[in-house]
């Protein structure tokens, strides 16, 4: 093979090991998302709901309360957000602190009830399959003292109609790693649903506190046809025939 002939062979190898390198992303089509902080102090209700806001491809919700009297304090936060059509991120919190006995109950959650996301390859010729992976942390603090008591709980999951691509639930108190994937078709339009939640109960006098989180991010690869992997396949051949051939000389 003549020398001007193996560069334009070695240009199109390396056209095709960066189209399959070509990323694909989510594109945001819907989303509907609640926050909460509600409860009881010493028989009497409360009730915080979040506020929504968006612009470009961000979206959230969030609530952040506050009520002191001369016998207590209490406070809760629910707040969820998805970010540049790839990144969650929910955090909830309460908190109740009293020198006297009294009764609390606080519970603050957040849900992103619908993300309708549709998978979009990045580049037109790199062939409709996608891989998607999610890798995130779910974490609590406790400050759970006394005679309070509490729950965590935290729900990520992926679907496409009826079929369910992921889905992960953790109760625990401890930081815990997120890691799921599945494969789709560029075009395909996927509902991700996460919601979390904190509740605790405490008896005054008492200063006691419970937060949970969870982030992460969502990465979308596209994946080559087979054509191209056929066709890097025997390009490489081809190199290194040549390259046998010089050697030989």
């Given at each position: 093979m003549k020398t001007n002939l193996l560069k334009p062979l070695v240009?199109?190898?390396?056209?095709?090991?960066?189209?399959?390198?070509?990323a694909a992303?989510?594109?945001?089509?819907?989303?509907?998302?609640?926050?909460?902080?509600?409860?009881?102090?010493?028989?009497?209700?409360?009730?915080?709901?979040?506020?929504?806001?968006?612009?470009?491809?961000?979206?959230?919700?969030?609530?952040?309360?506050?009520?002191?009297?001369?016998?207590y304090e209490h406070s809760g936060n629910a707040s969820g957000s998805f970010l540049g059509g790839s990144f969650l991120d929910l955090t909830t919190s309460v908190s109740f602190s009293s020198a006297n006995p009294i009764e609390y109950y606080g519970i603050a959650t957040a849900v992103e009830k619908t993300v309708q996301l549709q998978v979009v390859a990045d580049a037109g010729d790199i062939g409709p399959q996608v891989n998607v992976s999610f890798a995130g942390l779910s974490s609590t603090f406790s400050g759970l003292v006394g005679s309070s008591?509490?729950?965590?709980?935290?729900?990520?999951?992926?679907?496409?109609?009826?079929?369910?691509?992921?889905?992960?639930?953790?109760?625990q108190f401890a930081d815990q790693n997120v890691n799921f994937a599945f494969a789709a078709q560029a075009g395909d339009i996927i509902v991700l649903s996460a919601s979390q939640g904190v509740h605790m109960n405490a008896s005054g006098p008492i200063d006691a506190s419970l937060t949970g989180m969870l982030y992460g991010n969502f990465t979308v690869t596209a994946v080559p046809e087979p054509e191209q992997y056929a066709m890097l396949l025997a390009g490489l051949g081809l190199i290194a025939g040549v390259a046998r051939r010089r050697s030989s000389r």
């Open positions: 240009a199109s190898l390396l056209l095709v090991g960066c189209v399959s390198a070509q992303h989510f594109e945001v089509l819907g989303y509907n998302a609640t926050s909460r902080y509600s409860g009881t102090v010493d028989f009497t209700d409360f009730n915080f709901n979040g506020d929504y806001t968006s612009g470009g491809n961000d979206f959230g919700t969030a609530v952040s309360a506050i009520e002191t009297t001369t016998d008591e509490g729950t965590f709980q935290t729900s990520v999951r992926v679907s496409q109609g009826s079929n369910v691509l992921a889905n992960f639930t953790t109760k």
